[in-house]
Nanobody
Framework: QVQLVESGGGLVQPGGSLRISCAAS????????MGWYRRPPGKERELVALITRNAATNYADSVKGRFTISRDNANTVWLQMSSLKPEDTAVYYC?????????WGQGTQVTVSS
């Protein structure tokens, strides 16, 4: 089992920056891919960014060039968000995928508003 805890969400003005974190615990050695997803108000959950065990990354077109996903060698994944737009407002969820299962955090709210 893998447990995920997100932190760092909040209110930020358009054009601003924010970094959110995800700390994994449990059987972290079994994680192959970690990622960030988001659920904007009234919409479905969507992929934001992924990072593999080998640090390969993938981004949604809507965040390319503005967001950066990174990880350490232990159990933490970050999402650095810059040039934030009101449409980035969403609950952001951390996800971890193993060979047999997918795990989710509880989510952290990011609101971009003036």
């Amino acid at each position: 089992q893998v447990q995920l805890v997100e932190s760092g969400g909040g209110l930020v003005q358009p054009g601003g920056s924010l970094r959110i974190s995800c700390a994994a615990s449990g059987t972290i050695f079994s994680i192959n891919v970690m990622g960030w997803y988001r659920r904007p108000p009234g919409k479905e959950r969507e992929l934001v960014a992924l990072i593999t065990r080998n640090a390969a990354t993938n981004y949604a077109d809507s965040v390319k060039g503005r967001f950066t996903i990174s990880r350490d060698n232990a159990n933490t994944v970050w999402l650095q968000m810059s040039s934030l737009k009101p449409e980035d407002t969403a609950v952001y969820y951390c996800n971890a995928v193993t060979s047999h299962d997918s795990f989710w955090g509880q989510g952290t709210q990011v609101t971009v508003s003036s």
